[in-house]
């Protein structure tokens, strides 16, 4: 990862209501969670990056993969903001449900899925955007299943997002 990228990961807050578990699921939630004034606060406090969580059930249909077109629209007008404010972007898919990780049709949209988003996201600077594959995957005692299916996540979203980083991770 460029020394430029890292630097901003220096200092940093986690995002987790707005699209992780958000308590309305309202236009104007997902509109005005955090206002412009708010993301320039956060960089006027110091802070560089956000690590924005985003529950795959929020923006993704389970069984398709396919984006709910009009989340997406409202998750990149916030990346924008938080990117006009000064503030890297960590988009970071938390899946709370756990169950479905070792589900082959779940796993076959996710791929479907981060293929399609990643394409859509590829437009940011990738200085100023990481792609997370996904938080904390479980998958106890299928451990080697994660990483085969992080190896098919990750060539997805390096088809769509081929200049950004992608942050990988462990199971548990």
């Not at 236009?27 to 529950?55: K, N, Q, T, W």
């Not at 069984?63 to 007008?77: F, V």
């Not at 960590?90 to 990643?118: C, I, K, T």
């Not at 190896?151 to 997002?161: F, Y």
């Amino acid at each position: 990862m460029p020394r430029s990228r890292l630097n901003r990961l220096a200092k940093g807050t986690s995002v987790c209501l707005w699209f992780r578990t958000p308590q309305s699921n309202s236009a104007e939630h997902f509109a005005d969670y955090i206002s412009p004034a708010e993301a320039e606060f956060m960089a006027h406090m110091g802070l560089r990056h956000v690590r924005f969580c985003v529950s795959p059930r929020v923006i993704m249909n389970p069984s398709s993969g396919e984006i709910r077109a009009e989340r997406a629209k409202q998750l990149e007008a916030a990346i924008e903001r938080f990117h006009r404010a000064g503030l890297l972007v960590v988009v970071d898919l938390h899946e709370e449900d756990h169950h479905n990780e070792l589900n082959p049709e779940w796993q076959d949209a996710m791929v479907r899925f981060w293929g399609s988003m990643a394409a859509r996201l590829s437009r940011f600077d990738p200085e100023w955007t990481i792609l997370e594959i996904m938080n904390e995957p479980v998958f106890t005692r299928h451990e080697e299943e994660w990483n085969v299916f992080q190896g098919r996540l990750a060539a997805a979203i390096r088809q769509g997002a081929p200049r950004h980083t992608i942050l990988a991770t462990g199971t548990n």
